[in-house]
């Protein structure tokens, strides 16, 4: 979002050493009262009005929730447009639930619900819907289910639509319609890649994207990082190598209207 021309004000719900996806992983979570006291200093400035957007990735402890909702209440009270973005890190295919039990059900029950954006890997978009979905015609009856718990629009990522083994299917879908953009799959094992998506897409939207085209920036600034990953033999996304090609990415990928 920073390379996308936007004034970021990050707050870590977690501080570790390396993602956790790898062998060993040093450090933990922050105190959720120290990041209350943090946002209440940020709202104290008198410049929540200029927050556009509220984007939460990654819980941490289940004390963390209330602390989201006061943000995201502190920001809707300065500005009622600002969108709320929610990626709900809970787990993947590979390995289950990776979160607490009671952090997954806030995370379904209370934050869900409030969001404007929810962008969720098939994994998730079934334990969100509550339901299995094996096939397109599945996975959209699952966004629906997902889009009636109150947000207008679901980005769902990764999901298993067809057959193919060496494809990465995205789906969109609002109000007005879905929209689907297929990539190759990039032969690289590195983590973090839907919190990129998500940060890449909400960029697209305050940009002024529409849906479609919010999603084919997204997917292709994405698929550029892989690549470049890829290419460097990383074993974390490189994005300060690939900048460049999250603005213009060299590979434009379209998003296809459906139905």
């Excluded at 959209?140 to 947000?151: E, F, Q």
């Excluded at 998500?198 to 990082?225: D, K, P």
Aim: charged letters at 20%.
């Amino acid at each position: 979002m920073h390379r996308l021309g936007f004034e970021v004000w990050p707050l870590s719900t977690v501080e570790l050493s390396n993602h956790p996806g790898h062998a060993s992983c040093h450090g933990g979570p922050r105190d959720p009262a120290k990041v209350a006291d943090i946002i209440a200093g940020i709202a104290a400035l008198g410049v929540l009005h200029r927050c556009r957007a509220l984007l939460g990735g990654y819980l941490g402890p289940a004390a963390m929730g209330p602390v989201v909702l006061d943000a995201l209440d502190r920001v809707r009270a300065a500005n009622p447009a600002a969108l709320y973005a929610c990626d709900p890190v809970l787990g993947d295919d590979d390995t289950g639930l990776y979160v607490a039990p009671e952090v997954a059900a806030f995370i379904r029950d209370r934050l869900v619900p409030r969001a404007d954006i929810v962008t969720p890997n098939h994994f998730e978009l079934e334990f969100l819907a509550g339901r299995r979905c094996t096939g397109l015609a599945e996975v959209l009856d699952a966004i629906a289910v997902l889009r009636a718990m109150g947000p207008g629009l679901v980005v769902g990522t990764t999901l298993a639509v067809d057959d193919a083994a060496d494809t990465v299917t995205t789906l969109a879908v609002d109000g007005a319609g879905a929209w689907r953009v297929t990539t190759p799959l990039v032969d690289t094992a590195v983590h973090g890649t839907g919190d990129t998506l998500a940060a890449l897409f909400l960029g697209h939207r305050l940009r002024g994207a529409g849906v479609g085209a919010a999603l084919a920036g997204a997917v292709s600034g994405l698929y550029a990082v892989l690549e470049t990953t890829r290419d460097l033999a990383r074993d974390e996304l490189a994005l300060i190598a690939a900048q460049d090609a999250l603005i213009a990415p060299p590979h434009l990928f379209t998003a296809e209207r459906l139905g």
